[in-house]
């Protein structure tokens, strides 16, 4: 059986974002907590939570029982009719969220998400410009694309007007060539009050930030970065984007990581965790100024699929497991663990240049030289490839991972326990003798 799926996965199947002659080494076939089988009954450790989006892991009888029951009652509801699923699931959200966040509108994922933000910050504020970070990614969208900072928007390019880029406080690789806070006098913020004045504020409609950036580097900014950001909006009447796709619903030991910098947004974009991934689902999370511009004119989005009841269904069960199994306290005394384990392994392999992370959501930086802060692979690969290497001999000892450039994420189900932290950590450590190995 496994040879004919090979077959027709070969004539008929596209993967995103990867060359199409590279091919996973196994079919998967179930999955259950932190665990993945393939087809051959093969099992492995699942340390990238699928796209750090299974945060309760996978298999949840809780969540799988509401879609069921929802199932039998609709499948599809015309986005204008309200459902109990949208509702009760607003309701969550706004619970939930920091501030007076309190109105949501649902989307299908991420990347529609952020296309609904800015549309509606466009038609607040009157204005036409977004700022977003140069180390960021927000989607695949045209533009969530366009706002990323990642390689991947140069499809996308030349993009929809008005899009700037500015520097995020990516401490350990300063674009300013600053050693990092407090001796910096955060060059970064500077920089960034004086883009805005030359650019003109009243053009301004928003700045997209990831609270902590995800794939991009996992950055955790100093707090007083994005408390700055913060000001800056307030300043000079600039919306502020919190784009917590990746780093939302318990995944840094918070609700939402915006909430680490004391700072509530003006509008909040969130996918993957909201229902870890069982159903696809996006979210829009607003203050009451925002949602009351719309209560006499026309909301500016809308989908066929807005507020899927089974997404819908699937949300509520998913927030009711994180609340009943206390999930994000957890995250945060798992993280803690997690953090001490991966310092350890820093100590022992002179390529790891920085450990950066909060709750269960690591990363492991590689280096050539520990001192210079030299890349061994460097942005977009331009030294070497390695991480197609590391992810191909971990996978061998059982346990999948996010690798990219200079990057190892590390970033199980926030369900992961003590002892499968020390199992994957054991394995990590014996890949990295081949990053030592290309050291020396």
């Known amino acids: 059986m496994t040879d004919v799926l090979r077959e027709l996965e070969s004539e008929h199947v596209v993967y995103g974002w990867q060359r199409q002659d590279l091919k996973a080494p196994a079919i998967f076939d179930s999955g259950h907590g932190i665990y993945l089988w393939d087809s051959e009954k093969n099992k492995y450790m699942d340390f990238g939570s699928g796209q750090i989006n299974v945060n309760i892991g996978y298999g949840h009888p809780h969540v799988l029982s509401a879609i069921s029951e929802q199932m039998q009652r609709t499948t599809y509801m015309v986005p204008s009719f309200p459902t109990e699923a949208r509702i009760r699931l607003a309701s969550l959200v706004a619970k939930h969220a920091p501030g007076d966040l309190k109105y949501v509108f649902f989307t299908n994922s991420g990347s529609e998400a952020i296309e609904s933000a800015l549309k509606i910050a466009r038609a607040v504020t009157g204005r036409q410009k977004i700022y977003s970070a140069w180390q960021s990614y927000h989607g695949t969208t045209a533009g969530a694309s366009g706002i990323s900072g ?44 004086s883009q805005i004045i030359h650019d003109g504020p009243e053009t301004i409609a ?207 189900a926030l369900v992961v326990t003590e002892a499968e932290i020390d199992s994957a950590i054991e394995k990590i450590d014996h890949v990295l003798m081949h990053t030592d190995a290309l050291v020396h």
């Open 150 to 193: 990642d390689p991947r928007r140069a499809y996308a390019e030349p993009s929809i007007p008005g899009l700037n880029k500015f520097h995020y406080a990516s401490c350990y690789r300063c674009p300013f060539g600053q050693k990092g806070p407090p001796g910096c006098n955060f060059a970064c913020l500077h920089s960034l009050r």
């Open 206 to 412: 928003a700045i997209v930030l990831e609270p902590i950036v995800g794939t991009s580097g996992l950055y955790v900014p100093p707090q007083a970065f994005v408390q700055g950001i913060r000001k800056l909006c307030d300043d000079y009447g600039i919306l502020l984007i919190c784009d917590e796709t990746m780093c939302g619903w318990g995944r840094t030991g918070r609700w939402f990581a915006c909430e680490h910098f004391g700072i509530v947004p003006d509008i909040l974009v969130t996918a993957k965790g909201i229902t870890s991934g069982y159903v696809p689902l996006g979210a829009v999370v607003m203050r009451p100024p925002i949602r009351d511009h719309f209560l006499s004119r026309g909301f500016v989005a809308g989908l066929t699929n807005e507020a899927h009841p089974l997404a819908c269904a699937a949300g509520i069960a998913n927030v009711e497991v994180y609340e009943d199994e206390e999930l994000v306290a957890r995250s945060e005394s798992r993280g803690n663990f997690l953090y001490d384990r991966l310092c350890q392994l820093k100590e022992r392999h002179p390529s790891i240049g920085d450990i950066r992370g909060k709750g269960v959501f690591a990363c492991i930086e590689l280096t050539s030289n520990r001192e210079d802060r030299t890349p061994l692979a460097g942005h977009r690969d331009h030294v070497m490839n390695i991480s197609r290497e590391l992810s191909r001999q971990l996978f061998e000892l059982g346990v999948i991972v996010i690798a990219k450039w200079d990057f190892l994420f590390v970033a199980p």
